[in-house]
């Protein structure tokens, strides 16, 4: 595939002011007629019109009131391109297109229900020929015709101005957005939908009408998604002063979705899975998750909407900002610690592995193939923590100055990242030159921290190196004759010191007169600096990047009774955990070191990380205690993360290692988990917020350990919490645990889940995918079975996350196991899924991403499959991306 280069943007030659679209929908296909205004732009190079297209059959073509001559315009590609075009006309076309063949998803297509619309990035040239880039803003009027008793709702995007019938039983509405908007925005939808409203007041007076349309017979798990619209709209008015700007906020559930959701105006379209929820069908995640993708949303309104992308390379602009926001959010609505502590997981799991392998890119990617392969966790997540230590580095008041500066300055346009960063600037004073290298720096930098303390002196000295490893990015610029300069990194390092009782000190740095506070911002700019800290009476424990305030690899050579000191003591719920953690990593790594020189015994589990964790549990239940922040702390980390760990990967031995400490942990504090998960039983009717869900959450992760035991037991325990489950979340926790067990019960419950279950889609997923993620053996095979059960569709991008995805990305003990069986059902669902839906289909094949990690028997096996998928033949850009890169 053909690359594209940020370094080649040009200003459009023609704008669109008005765009009338007109789509008139019938069984086998539907007829887009488009009126589109246009001019030239005054800024740009002129040349001729060229308008996006894909997989259209172009009916009629004219300008200005007459038909286009055959020799003023031809098709280059499936580019139309007309050379002569005066300063202002109006372009007229008529389509025709095919939704109901639409497996990609992408563009206007067919589910169950009716036809959805899906733009971004490029899904508009697939309904109509259009200039389909961001940066081209228009006005729209959106009118749809379809039958009316299959598709009694038909929207579009902002207010409904004219409806009615039409002869054989067909209807049509007309909406109106009065923004402008780049056509990636567009939405419409002509459905069968049950509809649940509401309204929202805004500080200004504004009211705005809330709905969430749903399939028929859905409107019982409508209400958290409802709530979740007005604590947003409340949540972005009181912390950034933003309000909802049209009169009808329309949220639209969909089954077949390739991803979470999608802003569009006024008309978000959400993957079902982040809009319904009820007590017996939802998990308590999947309640925070709902919250979460609604606000994300619905705060791209601003961020994204109202100053939206000059160009796709900028797509963190919008992205990593309102993740950033949603995280806020996420912030003050539930437990501010649990919640940054899930997203350092996250981080960790997903982003750190992309940034060391062969698809690292920098937040802003200077080059691409296929614009979807980019919506990643290095624009997003990684992207989100850049606009987070801009927010660390200029305080929350100046952010917000920032945050008022960019929208003064830009509202309405289409803007760059630097766009962003000025504003930020001039709003704060802070010079943000260098911290600029975050957009155009691939890789995860590393911090090595020493310290140093100077009894006679009572100083204590932190010396901090930067590394930033140059990766696959770096080799491909170069290659391209784009050399990329690199440097060091600008970022906050948030600390505090303990003394020995755990204690906070107080901190002044060299050069202040009076300490100033107990936590400190120290700003890193130079690869090699150091921090004094004066008035130290004894050797303290560091608390370094508190919060974690940098996404960097921190090495600081801890010791164990640091750790258990931190653990203890440290104020930072974010670091308590992480103390947790690097203590487990180092054990665990010992633990596969055993298990690799043929030791089966587990003495290399210290005594005092089991007297720590017992210690850790019963801290929930002291006054002030807070279970949800144990259950984090009781998990060790994944096996993936452990595999970034090692410098070649051992899969069976991480597994090993992580089970057998499982195990020896529930061996050892069998009473403990008992008696709490006895102690955290609960009759409070259900609600998935806030204490009882983290009780439920410590319950569930002593359930856990508890399934570990080879007890009956215990596993009597775990069927009993499978059938007496008042809620998905418990129900959802045995069967997890129950399909790891190869006990007769496992089946009993799996049956009995399916069939109660078979008829919701959501469920559904859920039992593919404890299956998918059984540690048992012969799971790759039963994975292999599953698709061909009547649950599982290829074509549904849910269930081939749930099966697929699951296995691939989160069980890789099987995914990388020694006959390569995993790699190969792998591939075999790229090559299959790749003509329906690339774009899931590009999903599958990143977990190929880190092949190279592993010994050469599972990467020869790796590269077979890969190589397969290569030699396909009509690739689409998207695997071809991937897998090519996976290859370089
Ligand atoms: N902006 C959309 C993602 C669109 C993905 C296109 N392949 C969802 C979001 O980030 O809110
Ligand atoms: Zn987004």
Redesign the pocket.
Known sequence: PATIYLKDYTPPNCLVDQVTLDISIHAGFARVAARLAMRRNPVSAGGPLKLDGEDLQLESLSLDGQPLTASAWRLEGETLVIDEVPDAFVLETVVRIDPDQNTQLSGLYRSKDGYFT?C??QGFRRITYYPDRPDVMAKFVCTLHADKASFPVLLANGNPVAQGDEDNGRHWATWEDPFAKPAYLFACVAAKLDMVEDYYVTTSGRRVRCAVYVEPGKLDQCDHAMAAIKKSMKWDEDVFGLEMDLDHYMIVAVGDF??????NKGLNIFNTKYVLARPDTATDTDYQNIDRVVA??YF?NWTGNRVTCRDWFQLSLK?GL?VFRDQQFGMDMHSAGVTRIQEVRGLRAAQFPEDAGPMAHPIRPASYAEI?NF?TATV?EKGAEVIRMIHTLIGKQAFRRGMDLYFQRHDGQAVTCEDFISAMQDASGKDLAQFQRWYNQAGTPKLVVRSQFDAAARRYTLEVTQQFPATPYEERMTKDGLPQARGPYHLPIVIGLLDGEGRELPLRLEGETSPVGTQRVLELREAQQRFVFEDVATEPVPSLLRGFSAPVLLDYPYSTAQLTHLMAYDTDAVNRWEAGQRLATGILLEGVAAIQAGKTTNDWIPQDYITALARLLGSAFVEGGDPALVAEALNPPSENVLAEQMEVVDPDAIHGARMTLLRTLARELREAFLAAYLELASDEPYSPEGEQAGRRALRNACLSYLAQLDEAGAQALVVGHFEQAGNMTDTFAALASLASLDIPARHVALDSFYSKWRDEALVVDKWLQVQALSRLPGTTADVRALMTHPAFDIRNPNKVYALVRAFCAANPKHFHGADGEGYRLAADVILQLDPMNP?VASRIARCFDRWRKFDPARQALARQQLERIRAASSLSADVAEVVGKALE
């Open positions: 899906q971004e990035a390739n991803m979470g959701a999608m802003e994300h949303e791209h992205e309102t979807n919506y997003y774009q």
